[in-house]
């Protein structure tokens, strides 16, 4: 599903916003911009990243729980790679029930279980 894109003023009000964070231990991190931009077959981090316009092909996106931006982009075939924080809060949402946990790929064996 795209999202519409957003009215010309608030698209601005977000360029202030992402341009003017500054993240809570008070440290400034510049963003990389990426607009219109295809990845295929590639790893991409996630964060620190702004992401306009892009496409995904078969890529393995991961994702710390860092400040990340994306707006009306596409996936498709990519895997999805929690780490830190941003695994923490997956397995937590998992342990409340908000959250569905991976299936393995298929004709993979699934994990030993203590019985």
């Known amino acids: 599903m795209v ?3 957003l009215p ?3 698209m601005n009000a977000a360029r202030v916003e992402m ?3 500054v993240p809570a231990d008070g440290q400034s991190v510049p963003m990389n911009r990426h607009e219109n931009k ?3 077959n590639e790893h991409v981090i996630l964060d620190d990243g702004v992401y306009v316009n892009c496409k995904f092909k078969n890529c393995s996106l ?3 729980g860092g400040d990340v931006y994306v ?3 596409q996936g498709e075939g990519c ?7 941003a695994q923490r809060t997956v397995m937590l949402l998992q342990g409340l029930g908000m959250m569905l946990p991976v299936a393995p790929p298929p004709g993979t064996e699934p994990a ?4």
């Open 19 to 21: 341009a003017s964070f």
């Open 38 to 40: 295809v990845f295929e």
């Open 71 to 73: 707006q009306n982009c």
């Open 62 to 64: 991961e994702y710390s």
């Open 3 to 5: 999202s519409p894109p």
């Open 112 to 115: 030993n279980r203590v019985q």
């Open 8 to 10: 010309p003023a608030l």
């Open 79 to 85: 895997q999805l790679v929690w780490r830190g924080a």
